[in-house]
């Protein structure tokens, strides 16, 4: 079973939720991060353990998501195993798998609605990475 990490903001929080519930019925396993509320909080505190969890293996991907998507995908890019690439329509989600082979979908809350979202998790998670020269760009992506 695939194992999915979750992390969202306040703004993100209702979102999250909704899209934990479809996928867990589909049969993946959720790995939640935070937060649990809509009670305001810095996403910091929840992207970087998501990060974490992506990059020793305790899930296989991720799904972040706050109010622009932009404060997740600045502080989980800032760790060199992660490529977080945000989405706010199906084509971009499966483009940063396929193109970017980004281990973590970033969505802005308050600008997707949550058929949208869906859409877009599952574009993403059904892309296959295509390599070739895209293999080749993301490998210059870490920094020195």
């Given at each position: 079973?695939?194992?999915?990490?979750?992390?969202?903001?306040?703004?993100?929080?209702e979102?999250?939720?909704?899209?934990?519930?479809?996928?867990s019925?589909?049969?993946?396993?959720?790995?939640?991060f935070?937060?649990?509320?809509?009670?305001?909080?810095?996403?910091?505190?929840?992207?970087?353990?998501?990060?974490?969890?992506?990059?020793?293996?305790?899930?296989?991907?991720?799904?972040?998501?706050?109010?622009?998507?932009?404060?997740?995908?600045?502080?989980?890019?800032?760790?060199?195993?992660?490529?977080?690439?945000?989405?706010?329509?199906?084509?971009?989600?499966?483009l940063?798998?396929?193109h970017n082979?980004?281990?973590i979908?970033?969505l802005?809350?308050?600008?997707i609605?949550?058929?949208?979202?869906?859409?877009?998790?599952?574009?993403?998670?059904?892309?296959?990475?295509?390599?070739?020269?895209?293999?080749?760009?993301?490998?210059k992506?870490?920094?020195?």
């Amino acid at each position: 079973m695939k194992i999915i990490g979750f992390a969202a903001d306040h703004a993100g929080y209702e979102l999250k939720e909704s899209l934990k519930l479809f996928l867990s019925d589909q049969g993946y396993g959720i790995k939640d991060f935070g937060t649990h509320s809509t009670e305001s909080m810095d996403y910091p505190d929840v992207a970087h353990p998501l990060a974490k969890a992506i990059e020793n293996g305790e899930a296989d991907f991720g799904i972040a998501i706050c109010g622009t998507g932009n404060g997740m995908a600045m502080t989980l890019n800032k760790h060199q195993g992660i490529r977080a690439g945000l989405a706010w329509i199906p084509e971009i989600a499966s483009l940063v798998k396929r193109h970017n082979n980004a281990n973590i979908l970033v969505l802005p809350a308050r600008f997707i609605d949550g058929d949208t979202a869906k859409k877009c998790v599952m574009a993403y998670i059904d892309g296959k990475f295509e390599g070739g020269r895209h293999e080749r760009r993301i490998n210059k992506i870490p920094a020195e």
